[in-house]
């Protein structure tokens, strides 16, 4: 079974910070990776995603994320974050094959001071 | 608005009654799904279809939860005998097949109160 961990449950940073969030997932086989986040008060948005080709994939709103497959890893970065980045971030997997079900982790809650 | 509709977007009800929620996808979108999310937690997986047919199910699913998509549009979501642990966000999702395009599209969620 598959399962991901977000390792960072609330960070704090100031305007302008650099952000990088973990991701690390447990799946044996080939898989997508999504990152979505949630505004207060709004619905699940899709920052970015990863399915094949360049493990570097950038999103919205600056956000990118970087796969690397020997540490099971699809960190979100963004170099430099604006209050408006204040949210709620989950990561999630989904394996290539067979079932359609979004694995999501527990989320982190990103919290941007100006 | 193109979006995933959810009704209601609140619900409280007392333990042991029955609820309903409805889901309108995305026209074009012949997948749906249903997820439940408790506070601190991320969204989990509880049924999928694929137009109008059920695919897959989680073991969350009890057999107090029953949905339904019929005609492969709207879907609906019950909760038989509602329970305290019921109590929890539920949210709709619709997707095309995979492709270049592939991603859910959520809805803004059903919060569902048991008191």
């Known amino acids: 079974a598959q399962s991901v961990s977000q390792h960072n449950h609330h960070v704090i940073l100031s305007e302008a910070a650099s952000l990088e969030l973990g991701c690390n997932y447990s799946?044996?086989?080939?898989?997508?990776l999504f990152w979505y986040v949630q505004y207060p008060g709004q619905h699940l948005q899709l920052l970015l995603k990863?399915?094949?080709?360049?493990?570097l994939v950038k999103g919205i709103k600056g956000f990118e994320a970087e796969f690397i497959k020997s540490k099971f890893s699809f960190n979100l970065r963004k170099p430099s974050v604006q209050w408006s980045d204040t949210a709620e971030y989950f990561c999630a997997v989904k394996s290539n094959f067979g079932n359609e079900k979004l694995t999501f982790g527990t989320g982190t809650r990103l919290t941007i001071i100006p | 608005d193109t979006g995933v509709s959810q009704d209601p977007r609140h619900k409280i009800t007392k333990r042991g009654q029955n609820v309903t929620f409805r889901c309108d996808p995305i026209?074009?979108?012949?997948?749906l799904y249903w997820y439940r999310q408790t506070l601190g937690q991320g969204p989990e997986f509880l049924t999928y279809f694929q137009n109008e047919a059920q695919l897959e199910k989680s073991r969350l699913l009890s057999d107090r939860f029953s949905a339904e998509r019929p005609k492969g549009s709207f879907s609906t979501l019950e909760i038989q005998r509602t329970e305290q642990g019921d109590s929890a966000m539920y949210l709709c999702?619709?997707?095309?097949?995979?492709?270049?395009?592939?991603?859910?599209?959520f809805g803004s969620g059903t919060r569902l109160t048991v008191v």
């Open positions: 026209s074009e979108h012949n997948r």
């Open positions: 990863y399915f094949s080709g360049d493990p």
């Open positions: 799946y044996g086989g080939t898989v997508n």
């Open positions: 999702a619709s997707s095309l097949e995979q492709g270049k395009n592939y991603g859910y599209t």
